[in-house]
């Protein structure tokens, strides 16, 4: 399973990494949301992960630009908003799951998890 991790953050991400990994992940990184629309062109990842420090309207446009290169891409992204906040601002576009900013092994096994669970 091909995963994209669209970061201006690859330090936080380093620690994880072997998780995603282990769970028979390969992951590549872009550094803005215009190399991994490139990525995303080029070999379309079964999940796409933005972690960018955009705010929510951003983030959502962020999202549809992923999704009208390739609708079938799963997406997922680092927030500070709650729950209730993120599936407000962000219905409708089908994203797998938040992360909370200072996200951890936990969090990201559960959002290996969750994209397994799609897979079958």
């Known amino acids: 399973m091909d995963i994209l991790i669209v970061t201006s953050r690859p330090e ?28 995303v062109r080029r070999q379309a990842p079964a999940l796409a992960v933005l972690d960018l420090g955009l705010e929510p309207d951003a983030l959502r446009k962020a999202v549809i630009d992923i999704l009208m290169v390739n609708a079938m ?8 908003m709650t729950a209730a906040e993120f599936h407000d601002k962000m219905e409708g576009l089908g994203m797998l799951m938040s ?9 990201v096994e559960k959002m290996m998890t969750a994209l397994e669970g799609l897979a079958g």
């Open 99 to 107: 992360l909370p900013v200072d996200f951890s092994v936990r969090d």
């Open 73 to 80: 891409i799963h997406t997922a992204a680092v927030s500070p």
């Open 12 to 39: 936080q991400w380093a620690p994880v990494l072997p998780v995603m990994e282990g769970r028979g992940a390969s992951v590549r990184q872009a550094g803005s949301l215009e190399q991994g629309l490139e990525l």
